[in-house]
């Protein structure tokens, strides 16, 4: 059984890893998502001509996934893409 088989089963497991292991894992993780565009909610606000409040509603529904880079939070731009058709 591999993780994903794992993870759609929804069972409850536990799961022990060396700590290169995860390292490895995570840097695997990071080099995947570094190559993506991310927009700073001020640029998402005026290209998509929506409210701060607007974009804040989807995250909190989940439609939206941001992360906090230094003091402002960034939105993946093929997440924006599909939620805004573009």
Known sequence: MNIEQLIKSGQNIQVVVSILDLREAFEEWAAKHATEDWL????????????????????????LHSVRRGVELHYRLSELQKVFGE
Do not use: F
């Not at 929506?50 to 995250?59: C, E, F, R």
């Open 40 to 63: 700073p909610t001020s640029e998402v606000v005026s290209k998509y001509h929506i409210s701060k409040q607007t974009l804040t509603n989807y995250t909190k529904r989940g439609i």
